[in-house]
């Protein structure tokens, strides 16, 4: 047909196009789709009651302890109003009272929104205020961080009467599509969008991990070390998804997750057996190995929150060869991890295939299926996809699509490239715009940019992801300007509107940027 528009040709024959949109994601698995994560740790807690559950300096809890505290915050939560889908925002330092309160909110029947106190108060009135959050769960230290009329403090002292509340299970009133927390991510509006988390794919995302993962396949005698930051979502996993299957979690302290020498010695102090972080921070403990030998006792790492090298892998594996090794991949719109794979036994690094009842799709930018072995965007479908961005129905509707090819389903386009080889595996190859990870913490480097042209003086902007000799990872800003301009004055003016993670360590100061043929900044020319 002459007149066919090309665009319109399926170029796979029909066997491949049903193994890599069918028979790839065959990934149907029965559970209990109705217990959320709070009722399946409630069940920890009746196993065993007296184990200790979390510890966090010289502080511990154990699960009939943890279980009961939650329950009497979230009886008073209820008093509150606090019901399906309520939003509460929890701004505390890392502590037990963080987990506490997770499991509260859960238990109460509404929606958790996790906030780094160290975030600027502009950012942090910003989620609140968009969020529309009916309560603050906070510490009497951050009482003067924001200025929220309804805040609750939770910190476990004698005198605390939050804590009097009844202490026996809530009947839980929450369905599956109802949500479970709230994930503020960097937008590219210049503004942070937050990500609405269902409890089916939490509850799926456990039971998952639950079968895959080794140190919850085999919990007794297991021991989580969490060093991830609360508002990042991958300390759901250290968290809740830990605690629900009955293994220990110990928490490092805001010092302490940064030194080597402190983790070697919590990791010792404890037996700890698994960590989770990003592959950046695994390469400054191999590069510090002298200061952290217990690196070589885990049994299990898991990688998230960006790509992870072979080398690295390698790296491991010559450390200890009793060491399990996993690479988990997902935005936080899809719960955490939309793919994971074990790489122990593996000679190169793949992201795996689709968790249980998920699906990954890779598409051409007329969204049909590339052939195996040819990069297309990866798009995700299924239990793991959340219900859009909170109050944003206009990006919702750009990311958030209907899914081609199975009906009543929604597919997440994730902006990520890859490739599926014969066997079903998924090659992750970076990310399709500007958006990247910083020590797996994701960062539109437009909201940046945006916010350093606020600046009278500043003509023209870029910023790029570096890496060093060390392989540390970096943001560096690139401007021009008609006057010399003082560096720390932009670090200053972004200081007050973005995180830490998202202030560039450089600024350089340029005649003028430099600019591809077709008229687009050569991020690939700036300097190092």
Known sequence: NPKEEIKNINILTEEEQNKILYEFNNTKVDFPVEKTVSTLFEEQAEKNPKKVAVCFKDETITFKELNEKANSLAFYLRQQGVGRNTIVGIMENRSIEVVVSMFAVMKAGGAYIPIDPTYPKERIDYMLETSESKILLTQKKLADKVDFKNKVFVDLTEDNKIYNNPKNNIKNINKPDDVAYIIFTSGSTGKPKGVMVKHRGLSNFANFCDHYISYLKNPENQTMLSITTISFDLFELDSVVTLQRGVKLV???????????????????????????TPSIVQIFLNNIKEMPALKDLKCIIMAGEQLPLSLVNSLKKLSKDMCIFNGYGPSETTVYSTCKDLTNEDEVTIGRPLDNNQIYILDENLKPVPIGIVGEIYISGFGVGKGYLNRPDLTEKSFIKNPFLPDSIMYKSGDLGYFDENGNIYCKGRADHQVKIRGQRVELGEIEDRIAELPYIKTC??????????????????????????????????????????????????????????????????D
């Not at 928490?251 to 972080?277: G, M, R, Y």
């Open 251 to 277: 928490i490092a302290d805001d010092n302490e997750k940064t030194s080597p020498i402190s983790l070697n010695e919590l990791i010792k102090k404890h037996n700890v057996t698994a960590l989770q972080t």
């Open 462 to 527: 870029v910023v790029a992801k570096k890496i060093d000799d060390n392989k540390h990872e970096y943001l560096c800003a690139y401007y021009t300007s008609n006057e010399q301009c003082d560096s720390n004055e932009i670090r200053i003016h972004l200081q007050n509107f973005l995180p830490r993670y998202m202030v560039p360590q450089y600024f350089i100061q340029m005649e003028k940027l430099p600019y591809t043929p077709n008229g687009k900044i050569d991020r690939k020319a700036l300097p």
